[in-house]
């Protein structure tokens, strides 16, 4: 599989372990030791992971992981902490973490979750440019200008509802589930048992739909969501 992947971690015997654990299953291993260098780094180049220290000198790494979000880098993001509690670990996720592993950990497991995120994601770094223009017969979203149309219509959208939206049309035709969007769009790694993603969907099929002689967003009966010109 291997991959590229950066670790920023500012204690030297923790980052010398996990690099050569990384660099012997045959990554690419890029380090910074500072939140302010791993950011620099993480939105300059493509990686396939960021391994991420919570404790930082400088700019700690929940500051770093929500700077990541802010800037779009949508690249996957382990939190390493010696704070595991479970508050902690719901902080580290709703910043936009994909997982956290706490300290002390076991390489193997580090490795794991590793890997299943680059399984999850197909690999960020050889991934090409990504499309600016995603469409669905007559809907447009302009992921630069963050500007949705459907035919003539314009269609001002929340950021929610706008990255709910963009999802859906990179996975145009397939069956969306409920744990796919609460993950890519709430950056939750757990059911939170509400019918939030009902309540959005139902809201954003209003918006694009209503009044259009063709209906793009379909429900899939005890599957999940479906957006296509069927």
Known sequence: ???????????????????RGLDEEGFTVDRATTGRDGLFLATDSQFDVVVLDRMLPGMDGLSVLKALRAAEVRTPVIILSALGSTDDRIAGLTAGADDYLGKPFSFAELLARVQALIRRGGGTAQKPAQETTLRCSDLELDRLTRQVRRGTRKIALQPREFRLLEYMLLHQGEVVTRTMLLEAVWDYHFDPGTNVIDVHISR?????????EQPLFHTVRGAGYRLALD
């Open 204 to 212: 954003l099929r209003r918006k694009i739909d209503d009044g259009e």
């Open 1 to 19: 599989m291997a991959g590229r992947i950066l670790l920023v971690e500012d204690d030297p015997q923790i980052g010398d372990y996990i690099a």
